[in-house]
């Protein structure tokens, strides 16, 4: 996990291919300030990453929280979704929604 300032929040993964995804956390253009997503839109409902253990999920999460980010659903185990299903909810500022997980 990398910040690389206040208003951008990154996580990449490595082992020979380099994915690293950035969140806004501040809209920077007034034009789109007030758009707010909408689930129930046909297309993206949310976006998912799983990691690798809990620790990387809670982590994330304190850091969220460093960064004001509106949290949806603290970090627990959610036993409907899966047995041993650990995930963290919380919103860019249009509202999309964002899941990490894991499965321990």
Same mark, same amino acid.
């Given at each position: %996990?990398?910040? /690389?300032?206040? !208003? *951008? ?7 020979? &291919? ?5 969140? !806004?956390?501040? $809209? !920077? ?26 620790? $990387?999920? /809670?982590?994330? #999460?304190?850091? &969220?929280? !460093? &960064? ?17 299903? #650990? $995930? &963290? #909810? ?7 929604? %964002?899941?990490?997980? $894991?499965? *321990?």
């Amino acid at each position: %996990m990398e910040i /690389d300032d206040t !208003e *951008l929040f990154g996580i990449g993964f490595g082992n020979g &291919l380099r994915i690293f995804f950035l969140f !806004e956390i501040k $809209a !920077e253009n007034k034009e789109f300030k007030d758009d707010i997503f909408d689930k129930t839109r046909v297309g993206l409902h949310h976006f998912a990453l799983e990691f690798e253990n809990k620790s $990387a999920v /809670d982590n994330i #999460y304190k850091k &969220l929280l !460093e &960064l004001d980010v509106k949290i949806s659903d603290k970090p627990q185990f959610y036993p409907d979704y899966g047995d041993n299903y #650990y $995930a &963290l #909810y919380f919103q860019d500022p249009n509202g999309f929604k %964002m899941e990490f997980a $894991a499965y *321990l």
